[in-house]
């Protein structure tokens, strides 16, 4: 299959496979890390618009970019319309180039508050919102939501329709309602549905394991770009066609590269709690894996994990060939 750039507004994205935006993990670093592997397009954790209106620090460091990383978008997330298109001019002024809002987040603190996936209930408030969006940015506005808030009320494509009609440039679906959460089949007809009933660019997300998977969404949706979550988590070379075989070797320089990233970008002290939630990621499912990530959370400071991973990937390198024979195929 033939892969073609996407256009996203004035943005265009060579590989139209995408880092989808995950509280907790794509920070700068990891973000970094994604677009070294091949991502075409990387997304920010959400950012909360009453957080980046009232100027509160923990919103403002979530906004760190690099040149490097572009071209990056920033997640908002909201439910109030005033308050979204004030979040969305601030963050205008920030060197990025696409705003996305989230319309998808399950989680019940978000929904709470009538934000995230809780708007496909009320797509008359979620289109108010997308235009004050639109309206108050100069960049173009992405939207990413389910297909539906549970299999009794799928409206992605009604919810498609209104989010082009308000402005968006793009639309991202992932084929799961919120009553699924992460769990059970993607449905990808859903994102068949929806290509077929608007002229905006339409990017999938959904059970994507693999760079093959990825290409099999597009190829049966018809979609335009591919949105990639939870499967680039220790695996950020998914983004690429011609990555090399998941080997003990490969994972350790990958993460010799994420801590080089993080010691770089991240303020000490907060470095370990950054890398945690990835660092055992690298190793599941490979053999000894088990015990290395037992290491890697037993580990007291930031320079005594680059140590070790530095101790482990040096004896990886002296090892004979059969390192290099070792054709994990990433079953996990």
């Given at each position: 299959?033939?892969?073609?750039?996407?256009?996203?507004g004035?943005?265009?994205?060579?590989?139209?496979?995408?880092?989808?935006?995950l509280?907790?993990?794509?920070?700068?670093?990891?973000?970094?890390?994604?677009?070294e592997?091949?991502?075409?397009?990387?997304?920010?954790?959400?950012?909360?618009?009453?957080?980046?209106?009232?100027?509160?620090?923990?919103?403002?460091?979530?906004l760190?970019?690099?040149?490097?990383?572009?071209?990056?978008?920033?997640?908002?997330?909201?439910?109030?319309?005033?308050?979204?298109?004030?979040?969305?001019?601030?963050?205008?002024?920030?060197?990025?180039?696409i705003?996305d809002?989230?319309?998808?987040?399950?989680?019940k603190?978000?929904?709470?508050r009538?934000?995230?996936?809780?708007?496909?209930?009320?797509?008359?408030?979620?289109?108010?919102?997308?235009?004050?969006?639109?309206?108050?940015?100069?960049?173009?506005?992405?939207?990413?939501?389910?297909?539906?808030?549970?299999?009794q009320?799928?409206?992605?494509?009604?919810?498609a329709?209104?989010?082009?009609?308000?402005?968006?440039?793009?639309?991202?679906?992932?084929?799961?309602?919120?009553?699924?959460?992460?769990?059970?089949?993607?449905?990808?007809?859903?994102?068949?549905?929806?290509?077929?009933?608007?002229?905006?660019?339409?990017?999938?997300?959904?059970?994507?394991?693999?760079?093959?998977?990825?290409?099999?969404?597009?190829?049966?949706?018809?979609?335009?770009?591919?949105?990639?979550?939870?499967?680039?988590?220790?695996?950020?070379?998914?983004?690429?066609?011609?990555?090399?075989?998941?080997?003990?070797?490969?994972?350790?320089?990958?993460?010799?590269?994420?801590?080089?990233?993080?010691?770089?970008?991240?303020?000490?002290?907060?470095?370990?709690?950054?890398?945690?939630?990835?660092?055992?990621?690298?190793?599941?499912?490979?053999?000894?894996?088990?015990?290395?990530?037992?290491?890697?959370?037993?580990?007291?400071t930031?320079?005594?994990?680059?140590?070790?991973?530095?101790?482990?990937?040096?004896e990886?390198?002296?090892?004979?060939?059969?390192?290099?024979?070792?054709?994990?195929?990433?079953?996990?």
């Amino acid at each position: 299959m033939k892969i073609t750039p996407l256009k996203i507004g004035t943005v265009t994205i060579e590989n139209p496979f995408i880092l989808a935006p995950l509280a907790g993990f794509t920070d700068l670093p990891f973000r970094l890390l994604c677009r070294e592997n091949g991502a075409g397009l990387v997304y920010s954790e959400m950012i909360s618009c009453h957080g980046l209106t009232y100027n509160q620090q923990k919103t403002i460091d979530m906004l760190q970019t690099d040149e490097n990383e572009r071209p990056v978008a920033m997640q908002l997330f909201g439910s109030e319309p005033d308050i979204m298109g004030n979040a969305a001019k601030i963050l205008s002024k920030y060197p990025i180039d696409i705003i996305d809002i989230n319309m998808g987040c399950p989680v019940k603190k978000v929904i709470k508050r009538g934000a995230g996936s809780a708007l496909m209930k009320t797509p008359e408030l979620a289109g108010q919102i997308i235009r004050q969006v639109v309206e108050n940015c100069n960049k173009p506005v992405t939207v990413k939501f389910r297909s539906g808030w549970n299999h009794q009320s799928i409206n992605a494509c009604q919810f498609a329709q209104m989010a082009e009609e308000a402005g968006a440039s793009a639309v991202i679906i992932h084929a799961r309602t919120w009553s699924d959460g992460f769990s059970g089949k993607a449905d990808w007809d859903i994102i068949r549905q929806v290509k077929e009933n608007v002229a905006i660019p339409v990017i999938g997300n959904g059970d994507i394991h693999s760079y093959e998977t990825a290409l099999a969404l597009m190829h049966e949706t018809g979609c335009d770009g591919v949105m990639i979550g939870r499967a680039s988590l220790g695996r950020p070379w998914i983004f690429h066609a011609d990555s090399p075989p998941a080997t003990s070797r490969l994972r350790l320089a990958t993460l010799h590269r994420h801590l080089q990233l993080i010691s770089r970008y991240t303020r000490q002290g907060w470095a370990l709690g950054k890398i945690r939630n990835h660092a055992g990621r690298y190793f599941k499912g490979m053999p000894h894996g088990a015990s290395i990530r037992s290491r890697i959370y037993q580990v007291k400071t930031f320079s005594e994990l680059q140590s070790m991973v530095d101790g482990l990937l040096h004896e990886s390198l002296t090892q004979e060939p059969e390192e290099q024979r070792e054709q994990q195929t990433d079953k996990n």
